[in-house]
């Protein structure tokens, strides 16, 4: 099993800054990958950003540009610098980890981390 404590979530003004942390611990060996997704009230689970054991990144089209995903493997920790937030923004933040083992993917989720953004 792997365990995934976030942190760093919170209520913040439009235009402003948020880094979000996941650290895992226990079978955390295969990891993939590690990434944020995220959850609107009334609305579908959607990708954030993922990044792979190689720092490979991939992130969705409203956060480009704006967030920025990172790992630091001696860590194991996943982070998410969220810059320029918008209100649309708002949502709970889910770590998410993926390790393959026998070509078959298991994910672990985090417990989520609400972020706010109002003014």
């Known amino acids: 099993q792997v365990q995934l404590v976030e942190s760093g979530g919170g209520l913040v003004q439009p235009g402003g800054s948020l880094r979000l942390s996941c650290a895992a611990s226990?079978?955390?060996?295969?990891?993939?990958?590690m990434g944020w997704y995220r959850q609107a009230p009334g609305k579908q689970r959607e990708l954030v950003a993922t990044i792979t054991s190689g720092t490979r990144t991939n992130y969705a089209d409203s956060v480009k540009g704006r967030f920025t995903i990172s790992r630091d493997n001696a860590k194991n920790t996943v982070y998410l610098q969220m810059n320029s937030l918008k209100p649309e923004d708002t949502a709970v933040y889910y770590c998410?980890?993926?390790?393959?083992?026998?070509?078959?993917?298991?994910?672990?989720w985090g417990q989520g981390t609400q972020v706010t953004v109002s003014s």
């Open positions: 226990g079978s955390i060996f295969s990891i993939n990958s």
């Open positions: 998410n980890v993926v390790r393959e083992i026998m070509k078959t993917a298991i994910h672990y």
